[in-house]
């Protein structure tokens, strides 16, 4: 007998076929900030192609990418109200109004994307995704966001200390406002899509991302210095309407919760794949990368991250992430 994954991944094309000639497409809008062809981007968009080859082309997804419907915080609100389906956003932007979502953003919680995987598959990720239902939305999935770092125009950095005066940008993002704060940094929040042009005008110095990020956004061009600290592995969600999910028959929402959880493999693939190119591009153009004292920048981080575990609800999530380290 097939199962829903089989369907879903393979014999799904013969009912393609089969549509039934009057059947009226809704198409789900999805946001993201990322190109075209960044793998949550990808992810997303295989969603839809699932989800319309199990309807029979009743139910499908357009991705509107590169933040063509503006920031990732704003973007979350849409869909809040209805006004937008799904957003794919980073954790960090969620952060203050979802403060479980915090435990995962820490820095240092997650020793590799293998932890942090296993911390997200298991029952703390469950239980963040379900804590969105609180505030309108419907938490469907996690996606990697790999290992975030420093970079800058300026110089190497090798140690906390060699951040000190450096105007660094953060995502909307209290907790990473205090990071960078607490390792003697000039925290900047900004968007995503201002990060480029606010490097290339010299607002900023500098600012933290994973690797793919710096290489897709451009920002390689013009901040040289690439430092390994790896100081979180923030991961992406996956985010519906609440309101646009409950209007959805209940074996629909069942199929897109579903798909949401098949396109995770899938995006983890094109992932790996596209980190390790995205650094090999980098190195190519010159970018200096360098290693850092690990042990100093996790002293550095620990009071902040210890304040913020100082809430039973996260020191509790924490004890479970450590468990699966
Ligand atoms: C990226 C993430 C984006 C965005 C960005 C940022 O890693 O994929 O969704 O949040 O970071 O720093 O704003």
Redesign the pocket.
């Known amino acids: 007998m097939l199962t829903r994954r089989d369907v879903l991944l393979g014999a799904g094309g013969a009912m393609l076929a089969a549509r039934p000639l009057f059947a009226a497409t809704q198409t789900l809008t999805a946001a993201d900030?990322?190109v075209t062809d960044y793998p949550?981007v990808e992810a997303v968009r295989w969603m839809g192609q699932m989800l319309e080859r199990e309807t029979q082309g009743r139910l499908a997804i357009h991705v509107y990418h590169s933040g063509q419907l503006g920031r990732?915080g704003d973007t979350v609100d849409l869909a809040r109200f209805g006004a937008l389906d799904l957003t794919r956003?980073?954790l960090?932007?969620l952060n203050n109004a979802f403060p479980l979502t915090q435990v995962l953003s820490l820095p240092y919680v997650f020793d590799s994307t293998g932890h942090m995987r296993r911390a997200v598959d298991g029952p703390v990720g469950a239980e963040i995704l379900a804590g969105f239902a609180a505030r309108d939305l419907v938490g469907l999935a996690f996606y990697d966001?790999g290992a975030r770092c420093f970079y800058n125009t300026r110089r190497a950095i090798h140690e906390p200390q060699d951040l000190k005066g450096l105007r660094i940008r953060v995502?909307p993002s209290d907790m990473f406002i205090g990071l960078v704060r607490s390792l003697g940094a000039n925290p900047t929040p900004l968007s995503?899509g201002e990060v480029f042009s606010a490097l290339q005008t010299r607002l900023i110095d500098g600012a933290e991302?994973?690797c793919r990020?710096f290489h897709s956004s451009r920002q390689f061009e013009v901040a040289r210095h690439w430092a390994d600290s790896a100081h979180s592995y923030s991961p992406?969600a996956l985010l519906m309407s609440k309101r646009r999910f409950l209007g959805l028959a209940p074996a629909d929402q069942e199929l897109v919760r579903e798909t949401a959880r098949l396109s995770v493999p899938y995006m983890r693939a094109l992932w790996d794949k596209a980190e390790a190119e995205s650094r090999a591009a980098v190195q190519k153009a010159g970018v200096e990368i360098t290693s850092v004292d690990r042990a100093a920048f996790e002293a550095a981080a620990a009071p902040l991250r210890n304040s913020y575990l100082a809430a039973p609800a996260l020191a509790r999530l924490h004890r479970a992430i450590r468990e699966v380290a």
Request: aromatic share 6%.
């Open positions: 900030v990322h949550t990732e956003v980073n960090a932007a966001s995502p995503y991302n994973n990020s992406e």
